[in-house]
């Protein structure tokens, strides 16, 4: 039976309910700048076999609870976790990132997906149990996805891009077949959050790394609507759904109707005015930029308190990066950061 968590900061925080303090967690807090996790990928081999191999992600995923006292554990996963279930082939090349073997150039491309099948992922399902297990239901479990655009984003460049030429072309040429891709994803990842809800997930995330590179115009045709399809279709009890845009300062208004509970902004918008448009409407998390993180521990401690003052004592702030750590980050200055929100910013 799942069990609801026992620190469940992120919970009231993301629903506006009093705390004791601002919760936090880091977009990719596991990862390769933790020494732990390299051993662990060594032993896996490569990084997909890691996230389908349930013991070394479970593994994984509570690393910086141990080690960093964070107040939420993402699961270990990717965004392109399902796209394999709708044949979609990939690998993740050594400081490359994910390349597609067949990515989509027509529409016709399309038409040739699959279906998904939630059998395919079971695997991350279990791993969403464990994890609560593992840790006594201590803290939430946060599940995630892409969001559709992002995802056709990948599908379509086939790797990552610098200026999503293939994407926006596709796009502006094909917009009803592009329309089409993105609905498919949709039906896709509110079949997949769903099943990770179900299985134990107390949040979920949706991340929409690069829809910042749209258009205001285009965000709003293509972006913002299969996101609103997503959220309101999941299933769920009291689990909040976070809405991550990177690059949001063109467009924030129309991001912040998507439905979330809470909004996941990077550093490039400011938090007081973040603040003033949501007018106590939804949460925020967010947002320091990630490359504090290599300053000196003075630095550290001043940015963060900047933004915990920017929200000030009120509830509904998650504390976190504007995105995610990188690899040849330092371990004890992340962990600086972890205690100095947790300490500056008890009530
Ligand atoms: O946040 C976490 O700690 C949970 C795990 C997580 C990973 N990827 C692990 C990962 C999450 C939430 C993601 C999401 C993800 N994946 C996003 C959205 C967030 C963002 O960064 O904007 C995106 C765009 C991806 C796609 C992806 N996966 C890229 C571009 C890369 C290569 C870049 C890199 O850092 O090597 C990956 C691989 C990946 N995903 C790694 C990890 C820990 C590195 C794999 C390794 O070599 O060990």
């Known amino acids: 039976m799942k069990k609801y968590p026992k620190n469940d900061l992120l919970i009231r925080a993301a629903k506006r ?4 303090r601002t919760p936090i967690w880091l977009m990719r807090q596991a990862g390769r700048y933790m020494p732990e996790y390299r051993k662990l990928r060594e032993k896996a081999g490569d990084f997909k076999r890691f996230y389908k191999d349930v013991e070394l992600a479970v ?9 960093l006292g964070v107040d939420a554990l ?85 790797r990552t891009s610098r200026d999503f030429k293939k994407t ?24 997949y959050l769903n099943f990770q809800i179900k299985s134990g997930a107390d949040a979920v995330q949706i991340f929409d790394s690069w829809a910042g590179y749209l258009s205001p115009d285009d965000y709003r045709e293509f972006a913002l609507p299969p996101i609103k399809k997503l959220i309101s279709s999941l299933k769920r009890d009291y689990q909040p759904v976070i ?65 915990l003052d920017k929200w000030g004592d009120d509830t509904g702030h998650i504390f976190n990066l504007g995105h995610g750590l990188m690899p040849d980050m330092s371990v004890e200055n992340v962990k600086f950061l972890v205690d100095v929100v947790k300490e500056e910013s008890r009530r």
Not at 101 to 130: M, W
């Open 74 to 158: 993402i699961i270990f996963s990717d965004i392109l976790t399902p796209l394999e279930s709708i044949g979609m082939k990939f690998e993740f090349k050594e400081g490359e990132g994910p390349v597609f073997e067949n990515p989509i150039e027509a529409v016709d491309d399309i038409e040739k997906l699959g279906e998904f099948d939630v059998e395919d992922v079971s695997f991350v399902g279990r791993i969403i149990e464990e994890v609560g297990k593992e840790i006594n239901y201590n803290l939430p479990v946060i599940g995630f996805c892409g969001a559709p655009f992002t995802l056709a984003a990948y599908m379509i460049e086939g």
């Open 243 to 307: 809405h991550f845009t990177k690059g949001v300062a063109g467009f924030f208004e129309d991001m912040i109707t998507s439905g979330a509970d809470v909004y996941s902004v990077d550093w490039m918008v400011d938090l007081k005015d973040v603040k003033e448009k949501i007018n106590g409407k939804a949460a925020a998390q967010g947002n320091l930029d990630p490359i504090v993180l290599y300053a000196e521990k003075d630095v550290i401690k001043r940015e963060a308190i900047k933004i």
């Open 168 to 191: 926006k072309v596709f796009m502006y040429e094909n917009p009803d077949g592009f329309k089409k891709l993105l609905d498919k994803l949709t039906d896709m990842l509110i079949e």
């Open 17 to 20: 309910k009093p705390v004791e």
């Open 59 to 67: 593994k994984a995923t509570l690393l910086p609870y141990n080690i």
